[in-house]
């Protein structure tokens, strides 16, 4: 019979995996524990800037 995972083991292995994400050059933006489902939600190159959907146009008024 499998041993059930612990909450410390599942939060070891999610923290294991944002490092392993970052160390790539990725760039997570959420990490969600579900039981044993780790959800790691990434930013998107378009999105890392949050000025980008602001419009900054001198000309107008």
Same mark, same amino acid.
């Given at each position: 019979?499998?041993e059930k *995972?612990?909450?410390? /083991?599942i %939060?070891?292995r999610?923290l @294991?995996?944002l &490092? *392993?994400f %970052? /160390? ?5 933006s959420?990490?969600?524990? %579900?039981g @044993?489902k780790?959800? =790691?939600?990434? =930013? &998107?190159?378009?999105?890392?800037d949050?000025f980008d @959907?602001?419009g900054?146009r001198?000309?107008q008024?």
């Amino acid at each position: 019979m499998a041993e059930k *995972m612990t909450a410390t /083991n599942i %939060e070891q292995r999610a923290l @294991r995996l944002l &490092k *392993m994400f %970052e /160390n790539a050059g990725k760039l997570v933006s959420a990490v969600t524990i %579900e039981g @044993r489902k780790i959800e =790691i939600t990434l =930013i &998107k190159g378009d999105d890392s800037d949050e000025f980008d @959907r602001i419009g900054m146009r001198h000309d107008q008024t």
